[in-house]
């Protein structure tokens, strides 16, 4: 239970950590944690899973788990990459925050 009760938390910090550095980079408000739309950014809960999942695996494998930390923390800089690179009336950040 406490190994659940832990992930929630980081979960949750890693979401916030997430979402304002999203913003930052996209040039939102700074403590927006919804699209204009009212939904919670896609985006944002999968570059926090993959973080999450790659450090889970990492405690699961021992000495190779480092990899899958690594291949987890790749994933969500991509993310963060590709959406620090649109530019803020780009189609695709239109089409998710418009519906």
Do not use: C, K
């Not at 910090?13 to 939102?28: A, S």
């Not at 690179?85 to 998710?96: G, M, Q, T």
């Amino acid at each position: 239970m406490s190994s659940l009760i832990a992930s929630l938390y980081f979960f949750v910090g890693f979401y916030i950590e997430h979402q304002i550095t999203e913003n930052v980079i996209t040039q939102q408000p700074y403590l927006r944690f919804r699209n204009p739309r009212g939904a919670i950014t896609a985006g944002v809960i999968l570059e926090t899973l993959s973080e999450g999942v790659g450090a889970r695996l990492w405690l699961l494998y021992g000495p190779i788990g480092p990899a899958f930390l690594v291949l987890g923390s790749l994933i969500e800089h991509s993310i963060q990459y590709v959406v620090g690179r649109l530019p803020a009336a780009s189609p695709l950040v239109d089409r998710e925050s418009a519906g």
